[in-house]
């Protein structure tokens, strides 16, 4: 049976992007292996991939086979690719991008985000630290997407995008644009609806991707006493009413939203069931019932980073 397509949007620059991809933070080797493979022979075209995930080379190995198999061509594939924060310095921009194109096997990407907003102290590895304290680098996020522009002028990526900026800083970086971003990639769900920064991205053509869209569950730094987005009774209870799951139910809202959304798994019968979402929708009621649970609730705060001078999650910005 041919492989079920997911629908796609458009981009500001006319270019397209399927709305569902899978997420690959915390996949470890061989199983990132197997989540891609099974992706795309369910018929997952977007994979969310990034060089701090330190799992680009698998990533990179899953997706050679499905082009040497012929399951897939390269231009049927949605990549995107992250800047890590070490690298924001514009001449270390274009080795940057190459090296993850070397570790993913491609000779482009189709989306290049910054990573974060805050640059972190360039050449001491990938979380540079002194006495317990992040090294930070007083490099502009705006000198950086200037450097972000030359790689589409250079065919290295066919879009760029940011991740994890705010209101303002989304404002600062249009303002300087020659290529506005497409997406800002934003951890969202109904506990962080992100309906100012929502509505801004609406209002510039950028669309908002849905990060850690179940709650990430499987975070690092999880506790135990922290609220389970996958078990809030309002979800479950619409799950019901759907004959959904509560996974379905969370990622359904982003897809009503007109938001993108890659949600991470590395289990098969989960990038099934996260795949069947098609075939239901929320009216604007319901949207409403599930942004009403909104209550600023932030699973991914890199809250180390709390005093960077370009940190985003402050609450006057936000
Ligand atoms: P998610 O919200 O996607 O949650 C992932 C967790 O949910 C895993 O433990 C997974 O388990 C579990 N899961 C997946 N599907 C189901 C299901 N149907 N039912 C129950 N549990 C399920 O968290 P992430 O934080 O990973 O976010 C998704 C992706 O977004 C990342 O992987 C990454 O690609 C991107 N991201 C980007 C960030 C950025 O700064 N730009 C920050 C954070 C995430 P299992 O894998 O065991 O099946
Ligand atoms: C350091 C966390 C990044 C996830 O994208």
Known sequence: MAPFKIPKI????????PVLGLGTWKAKSKEVIKAVTTAIDLGYRHIDCALVYENEPDVGKAIQSKIKDKVIGRNDLFITGKLWNTFHRPDLVEDAIKTSLCNLKLDYLDLYLIHWPM????????????????????????????????????????SIGVSNFNVKQLDDVLRCACIKPVTNQVECHPYLNQERLLNYCK?????????????????????????????????????????????????????????VVIPKSVTPSRIKENMEIFDFSFTCKEIQQLNALNCGRRYVALAGDSNHPHYPFTECFN
């Open 10 to 17: 458009t981009l500001n620059n006319k270019l397209s992007i």
């Open 119 to 158: 640059a972190y102290r360039e050449g001491h590895g990938l979380f540079p630290m002194f006495r317990n304290k992040a090294l930070h680098s007083h490099v502009h996020y705006n000198a950086t997407w200037k450097a972000m522009e030359e790689l589409v002028r250079k065919g290295y990526t066919k």
């Open 203 to 259: 209002a510039n053509q950028i669309i908002l991707t849905a990060y850690s869209p179940l709650g990430s569950p499987d975070r690092p730094w999880a506790n135990t006493n922290d609220p389970i987005l996958l078990e809030d009774k309002k979800i479950l209870c619409m799950a019901k009413r759907f004959s959904k799951t509560p996974a379905q139910i969370l990622l359904r809202y982003q897809i009503d939203r007109g938001n």
